[in-house]
Nanobody, 122 residues
């Protein structure tokens, strides 16, 4: 069983930055691609970014491209989401997920964290 724990969320002013972390249970992360998704109140959970199991390939949703960066640190079993130039519309609960496919869709991801809240104020 893979366990993922997100951290790093909080309240930030528009234009500010946050770094989210997704920590895996030890020894299991290297088999999986990892995605970040977010869900705002009343909206569907949407894709944000994904990184391959090796870290060599990434993809981003258009609204965050150029502002967010996904990375992974294999020896620490951790995936990061660096978020810069935050906008009010980035406010959401952010979730990391692990799965066997490099995908922008939710369905291929087998394991999900509990989420961390990001709130961007004006």
């Amino acid at each position: 069983q893979v366990q993922l724990v997100e951290s790093g969320g909080g309240l930030v002013q528009a234009g500010g930055s946050l770094r989210l972390s997704c920590e895996f249970s030890v020894g299991t992360d290297i088999r999986y691609h990892v995605g970040w998704f977010r869900q705002a109140p009343g909206k569907e959970r949407e894709f944000v970014a994904v990184i391959s199991r090796s870290g060599s390939r990434t993809a981003y949703a258009d609204p965050v491209k150029g502002r967010f960066t996904i990375s992974r640190e294999q020896d620490r079993n951790t995936v990061y989401l660096e978020m810069n130039s935050l906008k009010i519309e980035d406010t959401a609960a952010y979730y990391c997920a692990a799965g066997p496919d490099f995908s922008r869709l939710r369905a291929p991801y087998d394991y999900w964290g509990q989420g961390t809240q990001v709130t961007v104020s004006s």
